[in-house]
């Protein structure tokens, strides 16, 4: 079965556009835990993916590929990214 991911319930979060600045970033707050985390590029665009929808590594490098962006992630590739923000309870599984 595809792992699936959606922004965790405890999550609040303004993307840069929405907060009427012209710059790819998101701020997130863990509303639990009032832990704080800006993210930036690679790391915003795969944020908005998952907040629209797109749920599984293979749409979101689909999504990125339509795009015409490039999302790296170094050595721990866009899985590890996706683990990170699982470990942090920023997004969960589906």
């Known amino acids: 079965m595809t792992a699936r991911y959606a922004i965790a319930p405890q999550i609040a979060w303004v ?19 009032a832990e704080l985390y800006e993210l930036r590029d690679a790391a915003w ?6 907040a629209d929808g ?9 999504e990125v590929a339509e ?3 490039t999302i ?4 721990q ?3 590890g990214f996706l683990d990170d923000l699982e470990d942090r309870e920023m ?4």
């Open 15 to 33: 993307d840069g556009a929405d907060g009427g600045r012209e710059e790819s970033a998101v701020w997130i707050a863990r509303l639990d835990t």
């Open 45 to 50: 665009l795969v944020w908005v993916l998952i």
């Open 54 to 62: 797109v749920s599984t590594v293979d749409s979101i490098r689909a």
């Open 67 to 69: 795009l015409g962006a």
């Open 72 to 75: 790296d992630f170094g050595d």
């Open 77 to 79: 590739g866009l899985q």
């Open 91 to 94: 997004i969960v599984r589906r």
